[in-house]
């Protein structure tokens, strides 16, 4: 009987074989990100849809969209006393399928006051308020549940002009205080106008840029184009500064306010919108500051350029 002859890999075929290996890894791996990016990208969009979807049956049921958020503590601006601070977020629990925790709220008790009865409400991280691309959400100061999504302004700074609206807000958009939008106020167009845009989160109890609950985390602004590197305009206890999502402290208090939050995401070149037609939109960092400007505001009667 003949022997059979094993030849085993000699040191070079072995360092061949590798290094093919490494080279067909080095090329796999970014095709796998962007597939994987792509598809958080997707399921963002499809949250943005279902929240655009929210605002509009809540629009069927009132004849209006809700405010940006709710507060009167003398009852001279809503013809009742309502010092809740409840956002827009709380007004459309019941028209996101959330109707049993919008049932545990009391607008008696103040949201900036935790804890109370609301506290259920504010500490719920919500389905479908997340994105994939970004950070998992948290709690900040462990009372509020953080999302990546937040109504639009319009241009700020928001202010703490809580008896006169209108003098709140630079420039409206369909969401600011105590006022209550109508798709026939929004002259500019619905194809034309955001409704909602993303906020990157920041871990850390202490930031609350992307708080659902308390008016200074879920309303951004079109001061500035998508993911700016200009900090956002914040207040000084609640802001946590890093380099892709940069804040300053310029105001102490909830009526000394002066927000400007900026729109911003993990995607690659730029956010995603959900417009107030109900169409989601991806907007590119590279928007003109003139049409980002356009199609944050309501009534300004801009001709929105090719760039959007």
Request: hydrophobic content about 40%.
């Amino acid at each position: 009987m003949k022997q059979r002859i094993h030849q085993a890999f000699t040191l070079i075929e072995l360092l061949v074989v590798i290094a093919i290996i490494a080279i067909l890894i080095g090329l796999l791996l970014p095709a796998v990100q962007k597939v994987r990016e792509a598809a958080s990208r997707m399921k963002c969009s499809n949250n943005l849809k279902q929240i655009s979807i929210g605002f509009h049956s809540f629009h069927d049921v009132f004849n209006k969209f809700p405010a940006a958020f709710k507060f009167d503590s003398t009852g001279t601006t809503l013809g009742a006393i309502d010092i809740s601070e409840a956002t827009w977020v709380y007004y459309l629990l019941p028209h996101i399928e959330q109707e049993a925790l919008y049932k545990t709220g009391n607008l008696s008790q103040n949201f900036g006051s935790l804890p109370n009865q609301n506290s259920q409400i504010s500490g719920t991280i919500l389905p479908g308020f997340t994105c994939p691309s970004d950070i998992p959400s948290d709690l900040g100061l462990n009372m509020y549940g953080k999302g990546n999504y937040v109504a639009n302004g319009g241009i700020g700074p928001m202010n703490s002009n809580f008896a006169q609206p209108y003098s709140s807000i630079v420039t409206p958009g369909p969401f600011i205080l105590n006022i209550q939008a109508k798709i026939t106020d929004i002259s500019d167009g619905t194809s034309n106008t955001v409704m909602v845009s993303e906020v990157r989160k920041v871990t850390g109890a202490n930031d609350w840029r992307g708080v659902n609950h308390y008016p200074e985390g879920p309303i951004y602004f079109h001061n500035r184009t998508p993911n700016t590197s200009i900090p956002d305009d914040f207040r000084t206890a609640f802001c946590i500064t890093s380099l892709e999502v940069p804040c300053i402290g310029v105001y102490s208090a909830y009526n000394n306010r002066s927000v400007i939050l900026s729109a911003r995401s993990k995607h690659t070149g730029g956010v995603n919108l959900g417009m107030c037609d109900g169409s989601v939109k991806f907007a590119t960092n590279n928007i003109s500051q003139a049409t980002w400007q356009a199609v944050g505001t309501i009534s300004r009667g801009e001709v929105v350029a090719s760039d959007f």
